[in-house]
């Protein structure tokens, strides 16, 4: 799969870069959302994770222009922000076709939001992945012991 990473700071990108090399993805980056829509003109993006907060063109105007153009209007978009507060989460509301991911979460969670994501609407689980479905055999199982303590 084909995967554009836009976001302003290089370490993320370089990270999530290789992260997602290693997972079998091609990968494009870009530094901040107009550049991430030269990429796109010129490469075939299956999938889009943005920052939400960056100088030039941020992620929400980056987000509001792919889905105006007809071509890239069903791409899926993942919003992923050092930031988790109220007014962040409200303005990356979610569609069918985007999510949104703190950058401090495992790599795992963002796998499990890429497989989301691109899986038909009609495939897909019930509801999306949360930080729960990464607990550990062991969280669980300390879960369950003090469950059944009280």
């Known amino acids: 799969m084909n995967i554009l990473i836009v976001d302003d700071e290089p370490e993320y990108r370089v990270l999530l870069g290789h992260y997602l090399e290693g997972e ?42 792919i889905r105006s153009i007809e071509r890239f209007k069903n791409i899926p978009f993942l919003f992923v922000s050092g930031f ?7 303005a990356v509301k979610s569609s069918k076709l985007d999510g949104f991911i703190k950058k401090a979460r495992p790599l795992t969670e963002l796998n499990a939001w890429i497989k989301y994501l691109t899986t038909p609407i009609d495939k897909r689980p019930p509801s999306p992945p949360t930080a729960s479905s990464f607990k550990t ?14």
């Open 24 to 65: 079998g993805h091609t990968v494009f980056i870009a530094e901040h959302g107009e550049a991430g829509l030269k990429i796109m003109d010129i490469e075939q993006v299956d999938f889009i994770i943005s920052d939400v907060y960056m100088p030039v063109m941020d992620g929400l105007k980056f987000h509001k222009t």
């Open 84 to 90: 988790d507060d109220q007014y962040t989460l409200s």
């Open 137 to 150: 055999d062991k969280d669980r199982e300390r879960d369950r012991s003090l469950r059944s303590n009280r």
